[in-house]
């Protein structure tokens, strides 16, 4: 019985031209990466897949299109299509009458695909070959196998500074860096972009311009980590091998976890924006424009967040934006925070208070944003300290900062992390607490600093030392302190520049008190930080401010 070019024994025609001159027929039907690797096949699975539709009589280009999507579905869980069957049909029919029925419908509806009645259960050697050549084998013809002295999951500004700092002592592809994205965004420019001052363009640099040139990148993203067998394996089924492990992830943000947030989002020129992402943070400049009266809400939400003054910072923006536009007399400003302080460090904090109440700014704490009617324009928020308590607004403008926690991918890898989904480090080594050739730096630690692309900076040197001590056989030493900076923007031409530790003490860096809006502190955060981030930090060149403080403090 021959089945789509094959036999019960073995290979039939077609097979057994590729499998030239060392075809012989066998009782076993042959491995699929065996038949791609005769033919010295070096193209993407769904080239190679392609050869086999046309030999196996699959010819309408279903399934050609479909391979890709079932991979993908099979990564995600979906179940197993019925399929492929025997057929004693001749002539060979296509795939959309029998075996795969692989039509180009909607993948969220649960019945995705539609086997026939008359299809019966996969049995032969025949029917086994092909179900692993189309379903199962994307990994026996793409997967590969690298290996690297040290291994950086991530190109972020922690990934990318460290990486840089290594790569001056390291030989060529002594570094490996897995990122899957093709652009690098410079993200505390997002709070500019939303107040008009910056655009787009100006926040980031393709991914390959930034890398460190002596460094092999790899874009693709890290699905699963083995810290026991020194290996992390990438979506595309990729496995690396290390000797060191840095985790540079960052935060994900999770605008799925607020009902109607996605929604609300995706309406062209909508009341609703967001700074917390390249693909929503032009709406919130343009949400201004419209804003014409009514509540201007601005949320905090009840998650760790990337730079928790940001938040607050578009508020004063748009609060000065009114003015100027003449529109202020008709907003109410509301700023509701998860939090049950305006800001962590109380130096700085009793300047905000000052200012949202010279402002008529309304500040609720410990209110959480948990709906979004966009039909209504109406946004749900629950009192935290009394959960029963929930109230309803309504919007004229509401900026949402998203719930944001650990990504995925990492969660899921319970070995390297906390409860919380967290890396487990050492917060003043950043050393992994159970694997001594694994650290971390950034967001996606467990480190009990705020997070900032200034504590990212502060913690590359330290990351740099103590990975260097241990590859030379030593303990770890250098000590981080928690440093961080928020340059709190509280207008258009003014800025209040927080800095502190771990114990939210004020770290500050110049001769005098830091805790007043200021012009110098605008122009830093406006003009002189994003060069010093491209041009230093991403180069490994720059550590924070920690050596100028010193000049401005001898005493201290």
């Known amino acids: 019985m021959e089945f789509f070019g094959l036999t019960s024994y073995g290979a039939s025609d077609p097979i057994k031209f590729y499998l030239k001159p060392d075809y012989k027929e066998a009782k076993t039907p042959p491995k699929i990466s065996d038949v791609i690797r005769e033919r010295d096949y070096q193209r993407p699975f769904s080239e190679a897949v392609r050869e086999l539709d046309i030999y196996s009589g699959i010819l309408d280009g279903y399934a050609y299109r479909s391979v890709h999507r079932l991979s993908k579905l099979k990564k995600k869980g979906f179940p197993k299509p019925i399929g492929p069957s025997d057929t004693y049909k001749n002539p060979i029919t296509q795939s959309m009458v029998h075996g795969w029925f692989l039509n180009d419908i909607e993948l969220q509806d649960a019945n995705w695909y539609k ?44 990934g990318c500074t460290v990486a840089a700092k290594f790569s001056k002592q390291m030989k060529k592809d002594d570094i490996i860096i897995l ?40 874009k693709n993203s890290a699905v699963e980590f083995d810290p026991k067998s020194n290996t992390v394996t990438t979506d595309n089924g990729d496995i690396i091998e290390y000797e060191y492990l840095l985790v540079a992830m960052g935060l994900q943000t999770y605008y799925n976890q607020i009902p109607g947030l996605e929604d609300a989002l995706s309406i062209p020129s909508g009341p609703v924006c967001s700074n917390y992402s390249s693909k929503y943070v032009d709406r919130t400049y343009e949400a201004l424009q419209k804003f014409q009266s009514g509540n201007a809400i601005f949320t905090y939400p009840n998650t760790p967040v990337k730079c928790p003054g940001a938040p607050q910072k578009i508020l004063y923006i748009a609060e000065e934006y009114f003015r100027k536009t003449g529109k202020r007399d008709k907003a109410n400003l509301i700023y509701n925070s998860s939090l049950a302080v305006i800001f962590g460090v109380k130096k700085y904090a009793d300047a905000l208070w000052k200012i949202v109440k010279q402002r008529n700014i309304n500040v609720n704490l410990r209110t959480n944003l948990i709906e979004i009617k966009p039909d209504q324009n ?37 070995e390297l992390t906390n409860d919380a989904g967290f890396l487990d480090v050492n917060k003043d080594t950043l050393q992994h607490t159970k694997y001594p050739n694994v650290f971390g730096i950034g967001d996606c630690t467990n480190s009990p600093n705020s997070k900032t692309a200034a504590s990212v900076a502060a913690q590359s040197k330290i990351v740099h030392i103590n990975m260097t001590a241990v590859m030379a056989g030593s303990e770890p030493k250098m000590v981080y302190n928690g440093y961080a900076s928020c340059p709190l923007v509280t207008g258009y031409s003014s800025c209040i520049l927080a800095e502190f530790d771990y114990n939210l003490t004020p770290t500050e860096t110049f001769p005098f008190s830091q805790d007043r809006e200021m012009y110098i502190m605008y122009m830093m955060k406006k003009d002189i930080m994003p060069p010093l981030y491209w041009k230093l930090m991403l180069n490994g060149y720059w550590n924070g401010p920690g050596a100028f403080r010193k000049l401005m403090h001898p005493f201290n």
């Not at 935290?384 to 926690?405: F, N």
């Open 378 to 414: 109406i946004a749900v928020f629950q009192n935290l300290d009394k959960p029963e308590v929930i109230t309803e607004t309504e919007y004229s403008l509401l900026h949402v900062t998203p719930p944001m926690g650990a990504p995925e991918m990492l969660q899921k890898n319970t």
């Open 179 to 218: 990122e899957p994205a093709e652009k690098h965004y410079y993200q505390p420019m997002f709070t500019l972009i939303g107040g008009g001052i910056k655009k787009l363009e100006d926040s980031y640099k393709l991914m390959k311009e930034v890398l460190p040139t002596s460094a092999k990148w790899l």
């Open 115 to 158: 086997p026939y009645r008359y299809m019966p259960k996969p049995c032969s050697e025949s029917s086994k070959f092909i179900e692993k050549a189309i379903f199962f084998s994307t990994s026996d013809i793409n997967a590969a196998k690298h290996s690297c002295r040290l291994l950086v999951v991530g190109g972020g500004a922690g």
